[in-house]
């Protein structure tokens, strides 16, 4: 179900972030994606430590933000982690656990690889996550990229 | 199978909880555990005996349900050993309904119902969470662990807010109900014994605002009050008998007084100033803790004394660097006394008799930790003590023969998932 989504949909859409400041590898190594209808969104890396730290729940439309995420062990998480929020991964797992163990929210939905991380994006209203530029070559036709702001 | 009058409550519900876009994913479940070994070779700590030990280890299981976009469900399990600050060790921590009534891209506006915790200052929410602060150990100038139980969390609910204002992000978490007391810490506190009768339950009600201004980023304000107030209950009544042998026992020795507490209502006004900034790779966190308090309704073998009135405070400085990916080290340098018109403990050593290093603690605190996976790490530190404030609380301890200076060494091993 998920594979007709993704083949059929001309509507999903990839942001990619150019790099702007340090730490410039950790930007350079990584795309944010987000579904096709947040195009408008504000994916700042101001804006992207409010979605992460699970501080964000809506869009500006009303749409519940999801948020996926690679396994901590992987070194695209690192590279997010470092480079869009700049903070280092322990300090992310510290704001999470302070929401998950304060019973005030619920972390992220980690995917276990980037072929379902693409899928869940794709097939999810509000979502956000992000890939390894390595593995961009694996993007559908009709993916958009842009240059977001800082 | 579902009796009839049920089906249309389950399909109200249903529709409830459906309302609004989207379905989140299903229930998580994380935990942590953690073991540490501490040893205090000159005072008591965690124990009743100075020495090395494993006395402190906890355990939590952790369950929460994003059911509806407006609705959540969480609850969570600890158990929790201390040592000689504990005596029952495992606990509901919070169970709690979580309704986000208003929720849009700038504001978010819920209540929470149930056993739900304390929004206190940086660290009270995560003061039992490892890897939810640096250190083994909350600052104790702060969140002494005297009085751990009474402003963890509350029976009763709380209304939180987080709005976007033109001088930044806002929250504000207001909350109300009945703390549950569940270690002798607070008799300890009082008189140094676990005397007759028990503070089993606080009632509470508090507020904490905490901006992030957008003129700076990575600074965060906040500003905490809790009113509570605690009275010694289940006391037996004393046959003149036994009231005679006490008068006995107290004229010999007044410093075993807290043996024949017969009445105590404590009220207390806790104010909390709290300043976090982040910068690049380093987190500065300070805190000054202000407390009114009032012991009234005090009586030792049916003899009411005069209210009295104290004012605590404490602070602490704290400096975090990140160092790298997997390494953290921290420093902190804290201070509490009890009273602050007698930082030395000697007008409550002349009132009393008892051991005046009980009345204040300056401590200095370095430590670092490892990630040796991104769950799993090893936390290292040392404190050099003066004055034993940090001590009280304990169960079994001889506070006489308490040390002005001590130290203490730590390593932890934690984990969560």
Redesign the interface.
């Known amino acids: 179900m998920h594979n007709n989504k993704f083949t059929n949909n001309t509507l999903i859409l990839l942001t990619l972030f150019c790099c702007l400041s340090l730490p410039l590898a950790g930007r350079a190594a990584v795309y944010v994606i987000h579904h096709p209808d947040l195009a408008s969104e504000d994916f700042s890396s101001?804006n992207l430590v409010r979605i992460y730290a699970m501080?964000?729940?809506?869009?500006?439309d009303?749409?519940?933000v999801?948020v996926y995420t690679l396994p901590?062990?992987s070194p695209t998480h690192?590279a997010f982690v470092?480079g869009y929020l700049r903070?280092?991964?322990?300090?992310l797992?510290?704001l999470w656990?302070?929401t998950?163990?304060?019973?005030?929210?619920?972390?992220p939905?980690e995917v276990s690889s980037v072929d379902e991380m693409l899928r869940r994006v794709a097939a999810?209203?509000?979502a956000v996550g992000y890939i390894s530029r390595s593995d961009s070559g694996e993007l559908p036709e009709g993916v958009s990229r842009v240059v977001a702001n800082d | 199978m579902i009796n009839r009058s049920v089906k249309p409550s389950l399909a109200m519900l249903a529709a409830v909880l459906c309302s609004?876009?989207?379905w989140?994913?299903g229930p998580?479940f994380?935990g942590?555990g953690s073991l540490a070994w501490i040893d205090s070779p000159d005072n008591a700590y965690f124990d009743d005996t100075p020495g090395d030990h494993f006395n402190y280890r906890e355990a939590?299981l952790?369950g929460?349900?994003?059911i509806a976009?407006s609705w959540?469900i969480?609850?969570?399990v600890l158990y929790r050993d201390a040592g000689a600050f504990t005596d029952d060790k495992t606990r509901v921590d919070?169970l709690?309904l979580?309704y986000?009534f208003r929720?849009?891209?700038h504001e978010?506006i819920g209540v929470?119902l149930g056993r739900?915790?304390n929004e206190y200052g940086l660290y009270n929410?995560?003061r039992?969470?490892p890897?939810?602060?640096p250190g083994v150990f909350v600052p104790q100038s702060v969140y002494f662990e005297a009085f751990r139980d009474a402003l963890l969390a509350v029976d009763g609910g709380s209304l939180?807010g987080?709005f976007d204002t033109p001088l930044g992000g806002l929250g504000v978490d207001l909350f109300k109900g009945t703390g549950r007391i569940e270690n002798p810490t607070a008799e300890y506190q009082l008189a140094q014994v676990d005397g007759p009768g028990e503070f089993d339950e606080v009632d509470e009600q508090g507020l904490r605002l905490i901006l992030a201004p957008d003129a700076l980023?990575g600074l965060a304000l906040a500003y905490s009050v809790v009113d509570a107030s605690m009275s010694l209950e289940n006391v037996p009544d004393l046959s003149v008998q036994q009231l005679q042998a006490g008068m006995m026992t107290l004229a010999n020795d007044p410093r075993d007084y807290g043996d024949y507490i017969t009445s105590a209502q404590i009220d207390a006004l806790l104010q909390l100033l709290s300043v976090q900034y982040s910068w690049h790779?380093w987190i500065l966190s300070a805190e000054y803790l202000q407390i009114r308090n009032r012991l009234s309704d005090f009586s030792v073998l049916n003899n009411y004394q005069p209210d009295t009135s104290v004012t605590s405070e404490g602070y602490y400085l704290q400096l975090e660097w990140?160092a790298?990916?997997?390494v953290?080290v921290y420093g902190r340098y804290e201070e509490l006394y009890y009273n602050r018109d007698d930082k030395d403990g000697s007008g409550f050593y002349q009132r009393t008799g008892c051991n005046p290093y009980t009345q204040y603690n300056r401590a200095l605190t370095l430590g670092g930790r490892w990630?040796m996976?991104?769950?799993l790490?090893l936390t290292a530190e040392y404190s050099r003590n003066q004055g034993a404030a940090f001590l009280n609380g304990q169960a079994g301890v001889d506070f006489e023969d308490l040390q002005e200076d001590w130290d203490a060494f730590i390593v932890q091993l934690s984990f969560?998932f």
Do not use: I
Request: proline letters at 6%; zero cysteines; hydrophobic letters at 25%.
């Open positions: 101001r501080q964000k729940r809506v869009w500006s009303g749409t519940p999801t901590k062990t690192r470092t903070m280092q991964p322990y300090q797992d510290r656990h302070r998950v163990f304060s019973g005030t929210g619920v972390m939905e999810t209203p509000g | 609004g876009e989207g989140a994913a998580q994380h942590y939590a952790n929460s349900w994003q976009p959540r969480a609850g969570q919070f709690l979580d986000n929720l849009t891209e978010s929470r739900v915790k929410v995560v039992d969470v890897h939810g602060h939180y987080r980023p790779h990140l790298g990916e997997s953290s990630f996976t991104s769950d790490a969560h």
